[in-house]
């Protein structure tokens, strides 16, 4: 929640800093200047400013601000990119560039140093006979190699040249500003009613995915600059590595792009990285400058027809950006994870509005049923905008992209724009969003889920458990996936089959397990010493809620390793593991005592705790003595079982 | 069917009490000076009998040899007689004959041990108590204990 409300706050505060001048050129002062601002908002909310009345101010104003920030963020967007892809935005990559040449320089130097270590090495190799022949033959390429550094720069520049000439043939008439105008106008035009929302939201929506791909092209044209610098600065590092033999001392001599495989492979992405952003810069331009290339629709939908004039170079950008930046190395990686995020919580935020907007309308609708008309419309109005806003921003807030398979990954773009809307989850959560607002019981979206798993669960349950490992094992990469991921996960957890990696797993993603019918408190209860992890309580509070059956049945035998768990199992649930657990638990508490080390482990904790007590605080010295009364019942128990 | 009933911890802090007024176990804490030491800062019944069987090594190299514990402490020896007296495996003759075999006593010892063991009310009452499983005990990994005919009370047996 503070995190929420972090970030909520540095976005506003950077949203303020980038579009005050914005705004303050654009819409406020052509408010003061002509009309004034209430007539703006009045404008906005589609109304007449003789029939003034509250649900036409509150929406005039929302759809004031919004619009004001869509637009200011998609001309930064716009302008940024327009920049950054200008011949003179950071200068040449290499002739005159002060960094790249002082850098290079010194490196280079260095290089020499290593290639003279090396000769001496291939010199008292073949002095003592020792692999002479490919010694003879590492010495020509030395001198090759010792030659070609000094010429690094020249070889580079030709292959950035050439990227950048083709790159210049795309990019000669820039970035069409007619997709921003075009979005800026229908801003600007349409306003937003509940008769006719799609326009409004539509043209929101699309200034955000514009302005999202335009900052994300501009970040990896931004990279591509930056990164090529730094490959060429180390190019004579990496030129010199490739006479070395392959090895693990070498590998660690000349790490990550300092080697020459890997060096070559990011200077060629990172070459090409801007051909493929350019074609799609390029090819979106071509669409926009065309007009319209589909028919209009009949009848009511034929205000759709206008939404393609944005909706194809829209795509062909963002596919584009995908296709980019699936060959472009780390740093592309990056961009992509941004992009997905970006995408996604979008998304969200359109479906949390939609959806928002829909229970809270209803809400007030219901609230206000027995009321006059102009009294209903006006809550119904201000519900919708409340409820709409509050969960739009919420949703974006938490919605987790982080995932790879989440969003993007699941089939490109279809996945992006599926994932969200997916039907099943859509259904629960909109089940949720009617339970916070008190139109559906506390628990419907739970048992929803539940049962929406189960037919997973029951059919796992039959396979054998090797089967069930492998699917605990797959990478999900659809919602299908994720359940039968964690499906399986609760199977082996209730068969006590987990392993190590399974729980770390879990501990890791233990929210999104939670999120596909995975017991999050169950697995508390299978592994205690990580409970403040996964549920907030401690591992005392978690054993203590157990009966001495269920700590028998629940805890895993790993966990009775613990010392955490030890010191909170209480005298019945230790002699209950003790009397009736498996071979494999008792033996694990009877590790305490039979294995030198736990039992160190054990006696230097006792000691410890003995030492503290003498200046612990009285609550505290009551923990301690629950502690020893704990381990003391416990140790008396185990020998008792040997 | 029944499954075993164990002495209590109560039961417990008795064999304790009877370990230290007969001296039962000096010989076994005396071999081990850190023991000894620590038994001797302990009054409390329960802490003693942790002590023991946490700190000695002796006792934990026995163990990992596999061997039982009440071939090592007198305390497990009573213990274990208690826990057959009141599952009515043995008598009460049979607890005075291993006693005085097993832990080199006198006749008179051996009795006197023996007759306070049958008079503590801890012991008389699980004598008496039928085994009734709580809620959280169960069955499984228990083999069932049939009993033939009908046990002796504890009155008879004294007989």
């Not at chain 2, 008179?108 to 503590?120: L, P, R």
Request: hydrophobic fraction near 45%.
């Amino acid at each position: 929640m503070k995190h929420s409300i972090k970030t909520l706050f540095i976005v506003s505060f950077c949203l303020l800093f980038v579009l005050a001048p914005i705004l303050a050129q654009a819409q406020f002062v052509e408010a003061i200047a002509g009309t004034s601002i209430l007539s703006k908002i009045m404008q906005f909310a589609g109304g007449n400013q003789d029939i003034l009345n509250i649900s036409s101010a509150i929406l005039g104003f929302f759809t004031f601000t919004i619009s004001g920030i869509a637009q200011g963020i998609l001309n930064v967007g716009y302008y940024l990119l327009t920049w950054v892809i200008s011949p003179d935005f950071m200068g040449p990559v290499i002739q005159d560039n002060p960094v790249v040449q002082s850098g290079w320089e010194t490196v280079r130097n260095l290089a020499n140093v290593a290639l003279v270590f090396g000769l001496v090495a291939v010199a008292i190799s073949i002095i003592v006979g020792f692999q002479e022949t490919k010694a003879k033959k590492a010495l020509i390429n030395f001198i090759g190699v010792a030659l070609l550094i000094n010429f690094t720069p020249v070889i580079c520049g030709v292959i950035i040249d050439f990227a950048n000439k083709l790159m210049e043939l795309f990019l000669s008439s820039g970035i069409n500003y007619g997709l921003t105008k075009n979005i800026t106008l229908g801003l600007n035009s349409s306003s937003f009613s509940f008769e006719k929302p799609i326009g409004a939201i539509a043209y929101l929506l699309f200034a955000i995915f514009a302005s999202v791909i335009y900052f994300l092209y501009a970040f990896i044209f931004i990279a591509r600059h930056i990164v090529l610098w730094v490959l060429v600065i180390v190019s004579p590092i990496a030129f010199a590595s490739k006479v070395f033999p392959e090895g693990k001392y070498v590998a660690k001599i000349f790490p990550s792009i300092t080697y020459w495989d890997e060096w070559w492979n990011q200077f060629l992405q990172w070459t090409v990285i801007g051909i493929p952003a350019s074609f799609s810069l390029y090819l979106s331009e071509k669409i926009i400058s065309t007009g319209s290339l589909v028919s209009t629709p009949p009848g009511d939908i034929s205000g759709l027809g206008s939404l393609f004039a944005f909706i194809i170079p829209l795509a062909f950008l963002i596919v584009g950006f995908f296709v980019t930046v699936s060959s472009g190395g780390q740093i592309a990686e990056m961009a992509t994870g941004y992009g997905r995020k970006a995408f996604g919580k979008i998304a969200a935020a359109g479906t949390g509005f939609v959806a928002g907007a829909y229970t809270g309308a209803k809400t007030q609708a219901a609230l206000t049923k027995d009321e006059g008309l102009a009294k209903r419309a006006a809550y119904t109005l201000g519900g919708g905008m409340y409820g709409g806003v509050k969960t739009g921003v919420k949703e974006a807030l938490t919605a987790k992209i982080d995932e790879k398979g989440k969003v993007a990954s699941t089939a490109g773009l279809a996945g992006m724009v599926k994932y969200p809307f997916g039907r099943e989850e859509t259904k629960q959560w909109v089940t949720r969003r009617k339970e916070d607002i008190g139109l559906e019981k506390p628990g419907t979206a739970a048992g929803m889920k539940e049962k929406e798993f189960e037919p997973y669960k029951k059919s796992i349950e039959k396979l054998p458990t090797d089967k069930i490992r492998e699917i605990a094992g797959i990478t999900p990469t659809t919602r299908e996936d994720n359940i039968k991921k964690f499906q399986a996960m609760q199977v082996l957890m209730e068969k006590k089959d987990l392993n190590d990696d399974n729980i770390n797993y879990l501990t890791k993603n233990i929210k999104l397990a939670d999120g596909y019918g995975f017991s999050k408190k169950e697995f508390a209860k299978f592994v205690p010493e990580r409970s403040s992890q996964l549920t907030g309580k401690t591992t005392e509070e978690t054993v203590a809620a157990l009966t001495p059956k269920e700590a028998r049945e629940k805890i895993s035998v790993p966990s009775l390793s613990s010392l955490d768990v030890l010191k909170s199992l209480n005298k019945k649930q230790s002699n209950n593991i003790l009397d009736f657990g498996t071979e494999k638990q008792r033996s694990a508490l009877q590790g305490w005592i039979n294995d030198p080390a736990k039992y160190q482990e054990l006696r230097s904790h006792i000691q410890n705790l003995s030492n503290e007590r003498a200046t612990a605080t009285p609550e505290r010295q009551l923990q301690i003595d629950r502690e020893l009364s704990n381990i003391r019942n416990t140790a008396i128990n185990i020998v008792d079982s040997m | 069917m029944a499954i075993r009933k164990k002495p209590t911890i109560e039961i417990q802090k008795f064999i304790e009490g009877i370990v230290l007024k007969y001296g039962l176990e000096n010989d076994f804490i005396d071999r081990d000076p850190e023991l000894k030491q620590k038994l001797g800062a302990a009054n409390d019944p329960e802490e003693r009998i942790f002590i023991k069987v946490f700190y000695s090594k002796e006792l934990r190299d026995h163990l990992q040899a596999k061997r039982p514990l009440k071939e090592l402490l007198a305390s497990a020896l009573i213990k274990d007689l208690i826990e057959k007296f009141i599952n009515k495996e043995i008598g009460i003759e049979e607890v005075e004959i291993t006693l005085t075999k097993n832990l080199n006593l006198d006749a008179k010892t051996a009795k006197e041990i023996g007759q306070s063991i049958v008079e503590n009310q801890q012991v008389i009452k699980e004598f008496e108590e039928e085994f009734v499983p709580g809620e959280d005990e169960t069955m499984e990994g228990k083999s069932p204990i049939q009993r033939g005919g009908n046990p002796k009370g504890l009155n008879q047996e004294l007989l």
